[in-house]
Every structure is written in C-alpha cells, then in structure tokens.
C-alpha cells in the first residue's frame, strides 16, 4: 500500500513564504510525475505545479515567478517553497504522485491535503 503524507501548511501573511513537503512510502517501485494541487473553499482542485522524475516542471500561471517545485527521488518527496504569497493563495494543497507499486502498475495517489491560510 502506497501513502502520500503532506506537512508545512498553517497561517502566514500576505507577502511570507511556505515551504510544503510531501513523501511517499509503502511499496514503491517506481515514481513517475509529482505535483501539487490547490482546492479553495467553493472551487475545484486546480494544478499548481509539477515535476517529472528528470526535473522538468509546470507552473500554473497564477505562481510563476512565485512558487518552486523540487524533487528528491532519494527521499521519494516532492516539495513546494512558496513565496509572495497573497490572499489568493489560500486553499488546501494536495500532494499527487504516480506511482508504480510492487505490481510495477502506475496507479495515481493523494496525499490527505494541507491548509494554507494567507491573511494578515
């Protein structure tokens, strides 16, 4: 069974910075794409950013310039440093990895979501 556990949310002001982690375990044979995904109060879970296993990367356009996604395949986690943060900013972020397991078939996992509040 694969897991995906999220830490680093809480309350910070406009302007701060977040840094997110997110790692996986179980039984891991292979980690393919990682990303994040925001979900706000009344909206649908958006992509925010994702990293392939070479360290290619997408951003939202909402974040560039603003948010880095980065990867340690060692540690099989992805990370999120969040930076200018506005108010807009504020939702629950989901961690998403696809992952082939010990039957080597890739199946798409979610971390439980953690809440980021940007408000002063």
């Known amino acids: 069974q694969v897991q995906l556990v999220e830490s680093g949310g809480g309350l910070v002001q406009p302007g701060g910075s977040k840094r997110l982690s997110c790692t996986a375990s179980g039984s891991i044979f292979s980690i393919y794409a990682m990303g994040w995904y925001r979900q706000a109060p009344g909206k649908q879970r958006e992509l925010v950013a994702t990293?392939?296993?070479?360290?290619?990367?997408n951003y939202d356009d909402s974040v560039k310039d603003r948010f880095t996604i980065s990867r340690d395949n060692a540690k099989n986690a992805v990370y999120l440093q969040m930076n200018s943060l506005k108010p807009e900013d504020t939702a629950v972020y989901y961690c998403?990895?696809?992952?082939?397991?010990?039957?080597?078939?890739?199946?798409?996992?979610w971390g439980q979501g953690t809440q980021v509040t940007v408000s002063s």
């Open positions: 990293i392939t296993t070479g360290g290619g990367t």
């Open positions: 998403y990895a696809a992952i082939a397991d010990s039957s080597h078939v890739a199946r798409s996992y």
